[in-house]
């Protein structure tokens, strides 16, 4: 038992990039996350430590994952499956084993794996039909490397990275087979463009036009890839940029692949591991939609949504549902590396995570904003790789948005940290249910405003897989909700990013609710166990008048852009 807690010592303090990780340090005060979670689940596996991610929700630290955890053993073969399917429901196999003979009779003969499509990559898709908004879920990532361009060895970083993630050798087939689908081609030409400049100011002029999209045509997402590449070269260094249907890839994964595409650009690629990766990224994907369809039908799943989404009225004032979400404005606030740290320490102060300090500080905010103290309710989005091994690296889109519900905004601080804690806490357990499928059943939306929060730490490991410099990270896509909040921590500062449908929500009233935000976290940082009701800030007067330019509820059907 020695052993084992060196080892996930060894696990934590790794993850969490600290080394002041002790026996005692609790997983999520130490600015763990769902994703690093999953990292840490998989590298016990790997050591012969049958850890899974409920026991380190629960437990956290590593003395009582090692006294009340069960399977803790040096030596044990993990379990690596995905959650068991309900009744009915397939479990997850090798390619092709969630389809029913029927649909695998009607495929082409050039595809190397289909699947079901996931509820989101449905009504994504749906929403790309009916919008008329080609460039809806369209994200895209950029970054520059100071360092000149060898265009040979690129298109074979390119091609090297597209054989190693299905997803981006994957299209979707929504007519042809019993159920939505995506397939995944055996071969598919890698779409890579490359543009040169005559000085730095000309390059950020072509690169500023793919992130703008004013030179992008639609992606269409019958046809694969639905992922391309751009290069703008100089002398001495190069742009990169990496676009994307969002059906296919979330925030992680974009952030993840760019450190692939880094180290395969300078170290080559290897053809059997590049196999290797394919084949596990196709288990993880089929290990996901199993757990989906599993959620799916869990009566216990549908009862926590259903309490959650609750009977209260909602935040703004409903509009015809044919009305489609056009969240083309952005509100930006940069939050100082002070604050970000401070809001640190109040989350191992209160012994939870970041994160939950952040949605705490949103709910609050909110119910400021709106006036409202009891029975809030607002998305939340989690991540749903699943307990499989190597999840943490895959590309995809393994994301679920659902609701949360605050009995009260209220009172002190550590109170209403610890509700928003233990929220998430009690939804991860049932966090592959469809959110469509809670649309369905409520008959309405399920909440309209939602919380995000990112921490990619994939741009640290980016930093470290390149031997040189990487410069001006960037990111740009449309969020497909009405008012869609993403708080992100980039190293030791983070920014606060509103997307938002000017068409529903006036930017007064979207800014008056960013100071109510920044106004929260202040506070909050200042004094983590202090009584700060929601209606005793001083933005709540200005933000409920101006709440009245309110006019529209969101499209349940849609999904975070990270």
Not at 2 to 24: C, H, N, Q, Y
Not at 176 to 199: C, G, K, M, T
Not at 226 to 243: E, M
Not at 384 to 410: H, I, K, M, Q, Y
Request: charged share 20%; with cysteine; glycine share 6%.
């Amino acid at each position: 038992m020695e052993k084992t807690a060196g080892t996930l010592l060894a696990i934590f303090r790794e993850s969490l990039a600290a080394s002041e990780v002790t026996l005692d340090s609790k997983f999520y005060a130490m600015g763990g996350d769902s994703l690093l979670a999953v990292r840490v689940v998989n590298e016990a596996r790997a050591n012969g430590i049958n850890l899974s991610l409920r026991d380190l929700l629960v437990h956290q630290t590593v003395r009582a994952l090692l006294q009340n955890a069960a399977g803790l053993q040096p030596g044990e073969a993990p379990d690596t499956t995905a959650a068991a399917p309900a009744a009915g429901v397939p479990a997850a196999g090798g390619p092709f084993s969630l389809l029913t003979d029927e649909d695998r009779e009607r495929l082409p003969d050039s595809l190397q794996d289909a699947l079901p499509a996931s509820a989101l990559q449905t009504g994504m898709l749906y929403l790309c039909e009916t919008s008329q908004d080609p460039h809806l879920y369209h994200s895209v990532e950029g970054w520059k490397v100071c360092a000149p361009f060898d265009e040979d060895r690129f298109r074979a970083a390119v091609q090297g990275l597209t054989r190693r993630h299905p997803a981006l050798r994957t299209s979707f087939d929504f007519g042809d087979l019993s159920v939505p689908a995506q397939l995944v081609w055996q071969q598919v030409e890698p779409e890579l463009r490359v543009e040169h400049a005559e000085s730095a100011d000309q390059a950020l002029l072509q690169v500023d036009d793919w992130r703008s999209l004013r030179s992008a045509a639609p992606l269409d997402w019958r046809t694969a890839p639905l992922v391309r590449f751009l290069v703008v070269t100089l002398p001495d260094s190069f742009h990169v940029a990496l676009s994307a249907h969002h059906a296919v890839l979330d925030g992680w994964s974009f952030s993840r692949l760019a450190v692939e595409l880094v180290h395969l650009y300078e170290a080559g690629v290897d053809p059997a591991a590049a196999e290797r990766v394919a084949a596990v990224n196709a288990r993880v994907q089929h290990d996901f939609i199993a757990a989906e369809l599993a959620a799916a039908a869990s009566a216990e799943a549908a009862e926590h949504w259903l309490a959650q989404a609750g009977d209260a009225a909602g935040l703004v004032r409903p509009v015809a549902p044919a009305h489609v979400v056009d969240a083309a404005e952005r509100y930006e606030l940069d939050l100082a590396a002070d604050l970000v740290g401070s809001l640190s320490d109040a989350a191992r102060v209160l012994g939870t995570s970041l994160k939950s300090v952040l949605l705490a500080a949103h709910a609050s905010a909110l119910g400021a904003w709106s006036g409202r103290e009891q029975d809030l309710v607002t998305g939340l989005v989690f991540n749903t790789r699943p307990e499989s091994e190597g999840s943490d690296r895959a590309s995809g889109l393994f994301l679920n948005t659902l609701p949360v519900r605050f009995a009260t905004v209220a009172g002190s601080w550590a109170d209403l940290v610890r509700s928003a804690d233990q929220l998430e806490r009690t939804g991860y357990a049932h966090r592959h249910f469809p959110q469509a499928l809670l649309t369905e059943r409520l008959g309405r939306p399920a909440f309209q405003v939602v919380f995000n929060y990112m921490h990619f730490h994939a741009h640290r490991d980016l930093d470290e897989a390149s031997a040189t410099p990487i410069r001006g990270r960037w990111r740009r896509g449309k969020p497909s909700f009405a008012f869609h909040v993403n708080v992100e921590i980039t190293g030791e500062s983070g920014q606060l990013r509103i997307g938002f449908d000017p068409g529903f929500i006036a930017r007064p009233s979207v800014e008056a609710y960013a100071r109510t935000l920044h106004e929260s976290l202040v506070r909050l940082a200042a004094d983590p166990a202090g009584s700060t009701p929601a209606a005793a800030l001083t933005a709540a007067t200005s933000a409920a008048g101006e709440r009245s330019e309110l006019t529209a509820d969101p499209d349940p059907t849609q999904e975070s852009d990270q």
